[in-house]
């Protein structure tokens, strides 16, 4: 009995010493956090513009092929509606906007190398068309704008560049449109957030690009039973790697 005791004891200090280590990091990572520096994001209007990526009804809709794994983060975030702010609020201040799409033709289904979400987007039929040169069925498809954006994206201060194919703007033409505007700064939003909008993030800093995230102008696959949160993932990053996280009233300020 008197070894039970003694070792009831030490179970009892070695946990309480793991809790008193686990405290230590969590307070260790919460100072740091508050202590991380905030470059901010001066809005001009001359050199500033809009990107956003994958407006699109696979995305948005629940009627899009991903809505399942999606659906729950755009809806708790507001997504739709906070984008279809952000793209009237360009619209009224003459702000440049850029959407970066993502469309899959039958070339792009004979790839032999792919990562897990490319197998998965490309089982699902996501973002689909006949053809490059095509609107064969592409109307209202899933690869079609979400039909409350249209009037704005079809707007003179809308500039729709080339699809990219995974997740980075490394392989459209993005940046050589931001470039020749004379564009230095970019207001970040859109699906998903941590796929496309932080591969386009990424990138754009890599690129020179002084760049700003709008936190609820986003949504991510969120999936509990894979112990996968895509949201929060890209969250954490961009509060690391970005100037500024908006929230999407901040945004719509900007000009006042």
Not at 177 to 185: G, H, P
Request: proline share 4%; aromatic share 8%.
């Amino acid at each position: 009995m008197a070894d039970l005791g003694l070792a009831i004891k030490f179970q009892i200090k070695v946990t309480m010493k793991n809790l008193k280590l686990i405290l230590a990091a969590l307070l260790l990572s919460i100072t740091a956090y508050a202590q991380l520096p905030a470059p901010g994001f001066e809005f001009n209007k001359s050199t500033t513009a809009i990107v956003i990526t994958d407006p699109q009804v696979d995305f948005l809709s629940p009627d899009g092929v991903t809505w399942g794994v999606v659906g729950k983060s755009v809806q708790e975030n507001n997504t739709v509606d906070n984008l279809d702010s952000i793209f009237k609020w360009a619209k009224e201040n003459d702000v440049l906007v850029f959407v970066s799409p993502h469309y899959y033709y039958p070339h792009d289904h004979a790839w032999e190398i792919e990562g897990v979400l490319e197998v998965l987007m490309h089982k699902i039929g996501m973002f689909d068309r006949k053809d490059p040169l095509s609107l064969e069925d592409f109307e209202n498809s899933g690869a079609d704008w979400m039909p409350q954006y249209k009037e704005y994206i079809e707007g003179d201060n809308v500039i729709v560049v080339n699809p990219h194919k995974v997740y980075g703007p490394e392989t459209n033409d993005l940046i050589l449109q931001l470039r020749k505007r004379k564009i230095d700064k970019v207001i970040l939003a859109g699906m998903s957030a941590n796929l496309c909008v932080e591969s386009h993030l990424r990138e754009l800093l890599e690129q020179g690009f002084e760049v700003a995230v709008v936190s609820d102008g986003t949504a991510a696959a969120v999936i509990p039973d894979a112990q996968l949160d895509g949201y929060n993932a890209a969250l954490t990053n961009f509060r690391m790697m970005a100037s500024h996280v908006f929230l999407t009233e901040e945004v719509l300020k900007l000009t006042k």
